[in-house]
């Protein structure tokens, strides 16, 4: 409870982050060159425009960038009139900006921990190993595949014609279990596929 909150005691208390948005704010990769790239191209682009026109009001342009002529262009020109290459060319900039500015997709699922200073995570490919070889372990459970969505597992096991749905049920365990062991977070519902051999 902070100072404020004391004084006043209708004061709400502060929302904290909760874990799995924590964890997934640190562990989202950031888009470094494509970042890089743009704002080297940017602080060029503007500079040498800021120094030509600086120096074009003391009377000696530079004649680096052309600025009276891109002032003509602009004013002279409508959206109809742009040619092709020129709208590919401004297109490829809008998408190296959103690039540099929206974070990556990140490659790692976030595990619980008991500080909340600390944010671990596992590979998506880890956990899929880790939770095919659990759901190989069972006893029937044949080939085993195991996808990761946005907010499930889907487990589809291979068997013979002769499995039952108990052994699924037991795969299905196996698999929560590992997952409770791991504290992975915001993994959602495991959905568990059977399929049989020769079907």
Do not use: C, H
């Not at 790239?37 to 026109?53: C, N």
């Not at 009276?68 to 409508?78: K, M, Q």
């Not at 759901?135 to 013979?160: F, N, P, S």
């Not at 002769?162 to 365990?173: D, F, K, T, Y």
């Amino acid at each position: 409870m902070t100072t404020l909150q004391q004084i006043l005691p209708g004061t709400a208390a502060a929302v904290r982050d909760s874990p799995l948005r924590r964890s997934r704010r640190v562990l989202r990769p950031a888009r470094t060159p494509a970042a890089v790239t743009v704002a080297v191209l940017l602080t060029a682009g503007f500079g040498l425009t800021a120094a030509e026109i600086v120096a074009g009001l003391w009377g000696r342009p530079l004649g680096l960038v052309p600025v009276d002529e891109a002032v003509e262009l602009a004013t002279g020109t409508s959206w109809r009139e742009l040619s092709l290459p020129a709208l590919g060319v401004a297109l490829a900039g809008l998408v190296l900006l959103l690039l540099a500015v929206l974070p990556g997709r990140s490659r790692l699922v976030p595990v619980e921990t008991t500080d909340p200073l600390i944010v671990i995570g596992i590979t998506r490919s880890g956990l899929r190993r880790t939770l095919r070889a659990v759901a190989q372990q069972v006893e029937g459970a044949g080939k085993t595949k195991v996808r990761l969505r946005r907010r499930r597992i889907e487990v589809t096991v291979t068997t013979g014609p002769e499995s039952s749905g108990a052994m699924l049920r037991q795969v299905g365990a196996a698999v929560g279990d590992r997952l409770a062991a791991l504290g992975t977070l915001g993994t959602g519902e495991v959905v568990m596929r059977l399929r049989r051999k020769g079907l």
